[in-house]
């Protein structure tokens, strides 16, 4: 069985940063591209970042690029998101998704507050 | 990076068919056969979506057959057919870009009568 667990929200100050981890079992993790997605409060879907399998490769929202840098280590078989130069705006649950036919798989989210 | 259009709310009876469309450019929907839609019960912290149509018209196993998906243009469709109060749900597309990047719809919340 899948499972992919998210770690690291938490509240934080604008301006500040935050590191989110996403722990994968249950298939090859090395095989797979894998997303961040975030929710809003009460709010919809927005795709974050992407990284494929090996790390070589990565993708951002034009929201955050600049600002967040994802990573993956194969050997923990962990995804990450650093999320630097955290804005209000950036509050949410961020999700890690695993990426085969479509969004296959999805963490319970981990949530993200940033304020003062 | 807009946001995929879908009609904010949409509702049905049981035993009714219901068809969501997810509109984009031919960038995102109308360049790729990359379309995906999920279905989320509940919009608060700890509901995870659920894939429930990708490539446009394929069924994940373990996915009811009332689900289906279609694509003409730049506009994407889910349908459920035989609507039961458990389809009551949140769903979103989502589209790959010409950017490399992925794009979500606004999301549609369906009301079972």
């Known amino acids: 069985e899948v499972q992919l667990v998210e770690s690291g929200g938490g509240l934080v100050q604008p301006g500040g940063s935050l590191r989110l981890s996403c722990a994968a079992s249950?298939?090859?993790?090395?095989?797979?591209?894998m997303h961040w997605v975030r929710q809003a409060p009460g709010k919809g879907l927005v795709w974050v970042s992407r990284?494929?399998?090996?790390?070589?490769?990565?993708n951002y929202a034009d929201s955050v690029k600049g600002r967040f840098t994802i990573s993956r280590d194969n050997a923990k078989n962990t995804l990450y998101l650093q999320m630097n130069s955290l804005r209000a705006e950036d509050t949410a649950v961020y999700y890690c998704?695993?990426?085969?036919?479509?969004?296959?798989?999805w963490g319970q989210g981990t949530l993200v507050t940033v304020s003062s | 990076q807009s946001a995929l259009t879908q009609p904010a709310s949409m509702s049905g009876s049981p035993g009714q068919s219901i068809t969501i469309s997810c509109t984009g450019t031919?960038?995102?929907?109308?360049?790729?056969?990359?379309v995906s839609w999920y279905q989320q019960h509940q919009q608060h912290p700890g509901k995870a979506p659920k894939l429930v149509i990708y490539e446009v018209t394929n069924r994940p196993s373990g996915v009811s057959y009332r689900f289906s998906g279609s694509k003409s243009g730049n506009t994407a469709s889910l349908t459920i057919s035989g609507l039961q109060a458990e389809d009551e749900a949140d769903y979103y597309c989502s589209s790959y870009t010409s950017s490399s990047t992925w794009v979500f719809g606004g999301g549609t919340k369906l009301t079972v009568l």
């Open positions: 249950g298939f090859t993790f090395s095989s797979n591209w």
């Open positions: 998704a695993r990426a085969y036919r479509g969004f296959d798989d």
């Open positions: 990284i494929n399998s090996d790390g070589s490769t990565t």
């Open positions: 031919s960038s995102d929907v109308g360049g790729y056969n990359y």
